[in-house]
């Protein structure tokens, strides 16, 4: 599988928890999938200052990724703007 592929796979992922997050007046955008495929995400609007970010990265985002994508090591949630 190529990286645009892993990327298409991932959004794909993103946009069924999408819903969720915008009913909260949020938001989640893909920032970079590492080599050893490790997903930064960034949140964003309200979903960028809650208190629940942590256990909606791990109990939804990363669930709902590795459940398309297995390679996944990992979702991590970044602040600064990296490259896709």
Request: with cysteine.
């Given at each position: 599988?190529?990286?645009?592929?892993?990327?298409?796979?991932?959004?794909?992922?993103?946009?069924?928890i999408?819903?969720?997050?915008?009913?909260?007046?949020?938001?989640?955008?893909?920032?970079?999938?590492?080599?050893?495929?490790?997903?930064?995400?960034?949140?964003?609007?309200?979903?960028?200052?809650?208190?629940?970010?942590?256990?909606?990265?791990?109990?939804?985002?990363?669930?709902?990724?590795?459940?398309?994508?297995?390679?996944?090591k990992?979702?991590?949630?970044?602040?600064?703007?990296?490259?896709?």
């Amino acid at each position: 599988m190529n990286k645009e592929q892993v990327i298409d796979k991932i959004n794909e992922a993103l946009a069924q928890i999408r819903p969720f997050l915008n009913d909260d007046g949020g938001d989640i955008e893909l920032m970079e999938v590492t080599e050893d495929y490790t997903v930064k995400v960034k949140f964003t609007g309200a979903c960028k200052e809650c208190s629940m970010s942590p256990m909606t990265l791990k109990g939804g985002v990363e669930e709902a990724i590795k459940k398309v994508l297995p390679e996944v090591k990992e979702v991590i949630a970044i602040e600064e703007t990296l490259p896709a």
